[in-house]
Antibody, heavy 120, light 111 residues
């Protein structure tokens, strides 16, 4: 059974840092690109970042470029999102998700999410 | 980045069919057959319901179907059931630095 389990969320002050983790199991982790997608409380979904199979390529939404760093450890079947210079607008539930479909354009498995709250 | 436009809410009685629209531009919905749809129940993670405009993942009911015309994609739920009450989001690949864009979300209510 495919499982994605996020951790590391919490309350942080504006300008602070947080590191999210995502533990994957039930599939060959190194065969899949992965993503972080976030959802602000009561709001819609927003794609945050992608990472390729070996972690050598990362892609970010403009609003987090230069502040967030997406990495993976295929030996540990884990993803990480280092979030620096956090802003109030970064407050959201952060989901890790497995990329699939043609062109890598959809997500077939999602974690349960971890809540990040940035206080101003 | 601007989100894809969906109606805020759609409702129907059990057994009826409803359709949710998702309007974008030629840079996303209209330019690629890479539209997907997600169902989200309160407090839960999104679930993939349709991918590449009209394909259903294994395990998803055939009551869910997708289509696209021009810059607008649609999700149709036929034979509406109480368990279908949820939020639905469309998503599309976009030819910009923001690779993916989501819709504004539609709350489906079963009357």
């Amino acid at each position: 059974e495919v499982q994605l389990v996020e951790s590391g969320g919490g309350l942080v002050q504006s300008g602070g840092s947080l590191r999210l983790s995502c533990a994957a199991s039930g599939f060959t982790f190194s065969n899949y690109w992965m993503s972080w997608v976030r959802q602000s409380p009561g709001k819609g979904l927003e794609w945050v970042a992608n990472i390729n199979l070996d972690g050598s390529e990362e892609y970010y939404v403009d609003s987090v470029k230069g502040r967030f760093t997406f990495s993976r450890d295929n030996a540990k079947n884990s993803l990480y999102l280092q979030m620096n210079s956090l802003r109030a607008e970064d407050s959201a539930v952060y989901y890790c998700a497995r990329i699939t479909c043609g062109g890598g354009t959809c997500w077939d498995y999602w974690g349960q999410g971890t809540l990040v709250t940035v206080s101003s | 980045q601007s989100a894809l436009t969906q109606p805020a809410s759609v409702s129907g009685s059990p057994g009826q069919s409803i359709t949710i629209s998702c309007t974008g531009t030629s840079s996303d919905v209209g330019g690629y057959n890479y539209v997907s749809w997600y169902q989200q129940h309160p407090g839960k993670a999104p679930k993939l319901m349709i991918y590449e405009v009209s394909n259903r993942p294994s395990g998803v009911s055939n009551r869910f179907s997708g289509s696209k015309s021009g810059n607008t994609a649609s999700l149709t739920i036929s034979g509406l059931q109480a368990e279908d009450e949820a939020d639905y989001y469309c998503s599309s690949y976009r030819s910009s630095s923001t690779l993916y864009v989501f819709g504004t979300g539609t709350k489906v209510t079963v009357l």
